[in-house]
Every structure is written in structure tokens, then in C-alpha cells.
């Protein structure tokens, strides 16, 4: 595995530290793709203000992405792929 990859593997585990945001990733990883902000308020009940921050540092490292039609988010395939390693390591 190459320094690039595991450094956002070392990124993306600390960001998954943060319980709100580990949520939110196990949400959008369930029910990928196009998953609206709205939706996972509802759904796991954290406020819109918690969601974007998480939703911000999820982009900026390259684990979902946003649909600008839609507003809405998607988990990229490194992202999928990374959490599916750290949840079920082989």
C-alpha cells in the first residue's frame, strides 16, 4: 500500500473516532448514494449544525462526495471501500 493511501487511511480512522461522524458514515455507507442531509437528521437525529461539520471534513478527505444537483451525498469508492477495512479487517 502506498504513503498516499495510508495516510487518508490514518485520516479517515481519526476522523471515525468522533462518534457523530462515525454515524454519519455508517448511515451514508447503509444507504448510498444521493443521501440528503435532511435525511440523516431525521433518521439519526443530529442536528443539521453537526452534520455539516462532519459532511466537511468527510469531503475535504476524499470520503464522499456532493452531488450539486441534488444537494446531496456519496460515499466514493475509496471511501466505501476504507470503511468496509476498518469495519471488517482481513
Do not use: W
Request: overall charge negative; glycine content about 2%; hydrophobic content about 35%.
Amino acid at each position: 500500500m502506498n504513503e498516499e493511501v495510508l495516510n487518508k487511511l490514518k485520516e479517515y480512522a481519526e476522523i471515525l473516532k468522533d462518534e457523530t461522524a462515525l454515524k454519519i458514515v455508517y448511515y451514508l455507507y447503509k444507504y448510498n448514494p444521493d443521501v440528503l442531509i435532511k435525511e440523516i437528521n431525521a433518521e439519526l437525529q443530529i442536528s443539521e449544525d453537526d452534520i455539516k461539520i462532519r459532511i466537511e471534513k468527510l469531503l475535504k478527505n476524499g470520503i464522499i462526495f456532493r452531488n450539486p444537483e441534488t444537494d446531496s451525498y456519496t460515499m466514493t469508492p475509496f471511501g466505501r471501500n476504507a470503511f468496509r477495512e476498518l469495519v471488517h479487517p482481513q
